[in-house]
């Protein structure tokens, strides 16, 4: 199994960028489809991104679409979510996650119980 870490949060005003790490360990993440989850006080855990296990396929919830990015380098075993014009609304919890069986390659994971693996969550804090 994976065990995945997350870094990188932190607290930065509105209209910054911050970058998310994922740092995995246990297993390659190319093995895994993967993705990026946030979860506001008193609000349910929320889909953000995520990517395929060949890497070849991503998709976003339409509040961040054109905002965040997601991407993985397979040589550093680390997952990223790259952060553009942060908004007050996008202050949370982030996880990211691991799929270790996806329909297929190119599939792309969007719902909670589709991941398997879970790192501890980053908080971010975005001020107005």
């Known amino acids: 199994q994976v065990q995945l870490v997350e870094s990188g949060g932190g607290l930065v005003q509105a209209g910054a960028s911050l970058t998310l790490s994922c740092a995995a360990s246990?297993?390659?993440?190319?093995?895994?489809?993967m993705g990026w989850f946030r979860q506001a006080p008193g609000k349910e855990r929320e889909f953000v991104t995520a990517m395929s296990r060949n890497g070849g396929n991503s998709d976003y919830a339409d509040s961040v679409k054109g905002r965040f990015a997601i991407s993985r380098d397979n040589f550093k075993n680390t997952l990223y979510l790259q952060m553009n014009s942060l908004k007050p609304e996008d202050t949370a919890v982030y996880y990211c996650?691991?799929?270790?069986?996806?329909?297929?390659?190119?599939?792309?994971?969007?719902?909670?119980?589709?991941?398997?693996?879970w790192g501890q969550g980053t908080q971010v804090t975005v001020s107005s």
């Open positions: 246990g297993r390659t993440l190319s093995t895994y489809a």
């Open positions: 996650a691991a799929d270790q069986d996806p329909y297929y390659n190119l599939y792309v994971p969007k719902a909670s119980p589709d991941f398997d693996y």
